[in-house]
Nanobody, 123 residues
Framework: QVQLVESGGGLVQAGGSLRLSCAAS????????MGWFRQAPEKEREFVAA???????YYGDSVKGRFTISRDNAKNTVYLQMNSLKPEDTAVYYC?????????????????WGQGTQVTVSS
């Protein structure tokens, strides 16, 4: 069992930066693959980034080159550094944990989800 709590969302101007955090419970955090997804109103949930146990990272095409995912196993926390933000990045951002196998860009393979944090980018 894993509980996830996102923080760090807010309002930022286009071109600015924001850093999201996801704090996870459990002593086996380092064994999980962690992902970030986002969902805008009337849109389907979209893959943003994922990081696996060996620190290999993966990004969705829309954020590649602008966002960076990282993890600190000692703090049971995963981060999403978002730079060069655009209005189309506006969404609720969710972190998720996967203790199994599967295609990490598919939200259906994740076992645990946080409540989400709102990110709004103004033009």
């Amino acid at each position: 069992q894993v509980q996830l709590v996102e923080s760090g969302g807010g309002l930022v101007q286009a071109g600015g930066s924001l850093r999201l955090s996801c704090a996870a419970s459990g002593r086996t955090f380092s064994s999980y693959a962690m992902g970030w997804f986002r969902q805008a109103p009337e849109k389907e949930r979209e893959f943003v980034a994922a990081i696996v146990w060996n620190n290999n990272v993966y990004y969705g095409d829309s954020v590649k080159g602008r966002f960076t995912i990282s993890r600190d196993n000692a703090k049971n926390t995963v981060y999403l550094q978002m730079n060069s933000l655009k209005p189309e990045d506006t969404a609720v951002y969710y972190c998720a944990a996967n203790d199994g196998r599967g295609r990490l860009s598919d939200s259906r393979v994740y076992d645990y989800w946080g409540q989400g944090t709102q990110v709004t980018v103004s033009s």
